[in-house]
């Protein structure tokens, strides 16, 4: 695994304490996710009827969907008490497994969404990067 990739899930893992208790998966609540079949299929299950019928999940043109966290699940549907039910499956969806910190090419994007960023909990991460030669970015597009 790459020197980066390694520092990012470190720093993905060493949120899961404030994500569950502090921002109670605020990202996992508010929103949308672009997503596969498939991926619906496991974060919905069988609340997949429900969600459609709420127009929460929408096809889109390239075959994907969209997940509205707007629902009345009050988010996806793989979230308990703030905790992700499926975040050891391998299927999860790689914008999951990658939130908050998006690495493309020599450019790092940390979302906006995040509450973790706005309290400034990815300063190891961010200098950590910088010194491996990554430029931290508002916007990766």
Known sequence: MEEIERLANESRKVLGKYCIEECHAYCCRKGYLIVSEIEIDLMAGDRRKLLLDENSIRELLDGKFSLSFENSLSGCPALKDSKCLIHGDKERPKTCKDFPIFILGKKIKISNRCPAKKDNKFFKFI???????????????
């Open 127 to 141: 200098k950590e990067a910088e010194l491996l030669g990554y430029e931290i970015v508002e916007e990766l597009f």
